[in-house]
Structure formats: C-alpha cells, structure tokens
Nanobody, 115 residues
C-alpha cells in the first residue's frame, strides 16, 4: 500500500526556519505532482505549495518568497523549505501526492512558530 511518510515538523521561533520532507513508500509509484497543505483547528485544509512534472511550482500568496518546494531526483520525495517563519504559519502540514491511481495524503506534521 502506498503511503506518504512526513518528517521535519516541530517548534521554531518567529523568523526561524524549518524543512519538511515527505517520501512515497510502499510501492514504485511516480507521482505526477506533490504538494503541501496546512490546516488549523476549525478551518479547511489549504494549499501551501505544489509542484508537478514539467510545470512551475505553485505557492499560496501568504508564503511566496518565504517557502520553497522541491523534489529529489528520483521524484519520490518532496521538500518544503520554510524560512522567515511567522506565528500565522502554525498549523498541521499535510503532504499530498497525485498518482495515476488517485490522491494520497500523509498523516500530517505539526509546525509551531513561537512569537
């Protein structure tokens, strides 16, 4: 069964940095696109950034210039480099992969930014 394994969440001060990682496991699957979403209590899950093969990355306006999404050469891992973090970036971050067999979500990793 294909799964997404996330890591890299945690606590960071305002102005600090964190890097999230998400790796496809459980099968030889090539995702056509991968991305990151985030969710706070009582709110919907919103797109943070996404990247697809042959296309330019997409970013939410709130993170443009601060966050960078990338994938490794084997295209089974996606990263989210988060710089200049703000308390408003505090959320559970979810990885998502679009595969030929459907969409797959990670379990979520908590990012907390202290003021």
């Amino acid at each position: 069964q294909v799964q997404l394994v996330e890591s890299g969440g945690g606590l960071a001060p305002a102005g600090g940095s964190l890097k999230l990682s998400c790796t496809i496991s459980g099968g030889r699957v090539t995702a056509t696109a991968m991305g990151w979403y985030r969710q706070t209590p009582g709110n919907q899950r919103d797109l943070v950034a996404a990247t697809r093969s042959g296309g330019s990355p997409t970013y939410a306006d709130s993170v443009k210039g601060r966050f960078t999404i990338s994938r490794n050469k084997s295209r089974d891992t996606v990263y989210l480099q988060m710089n200049s973090l703000k308390p408003d970036d505090t959320a559970v971050y979810y990885c998502k992969a679009w595969t030929p067999w459907g969409e797959v979500w990670g379990q979520g990793t908590l990012v907390t930014v202290s003021s």
